[in-house]
């Protein structure tokens, strides 16, 4: 069985807003989409980026079924156009496509468990 650690959801707030900082587990996030809690946004890029990190588990985690994952991931998001950002802004230029799409879909949070983001 693969086990996943914690994920950081950091809130992307205006200078009027402190940034609200708290850690969840992929379980609560999953269960707050699946009890329709959370909408999760999702760009053609991000899809692209779940679709190559899920081969890659499939190569370390034979027993993992990712297809129905990244179906539901299709179905049960709001799919975003996300257009490119003028200048990198994230240290692995690779990510600004979740920085992208969560500016294109006005998002008022950003689930990773990337420590840059």
Request: glycine letters at 2%; one cysteine or more.
């Amino acid at each position: 069985m693969a086990e996943f650690s914690n994920f950081d959801v950091i809130s992307i707030s205006d200078s009027d807003n402190p940034i609200i900082i708290s850690v969840c587990s992929l379980y609560e996030i999953l269960k707050a989409w699946i009890d329709k809690r959370i909408q999760l946004l999702i760009s053609s890029e991000v899809l692209q980026e779940y679709q190559r990190v899920g081969e890659e588990l499939l190569q370390r985690y034979a027993e993992i079924e990712i297809k129905p994952i990244l179906k539901s991931f299709s179905k049960n998001t709001i799919s975003i156009s996300a257009p490119r950002l003028p200048h990198p802004v994230c240290v692995d230029p690779d990510d600004d496509k979740f920085i992208e799409c969560a500016v294109a879909g006005n998002a008022e949070l950003i689930i990773s468990g990337d420590k840059h983001l």
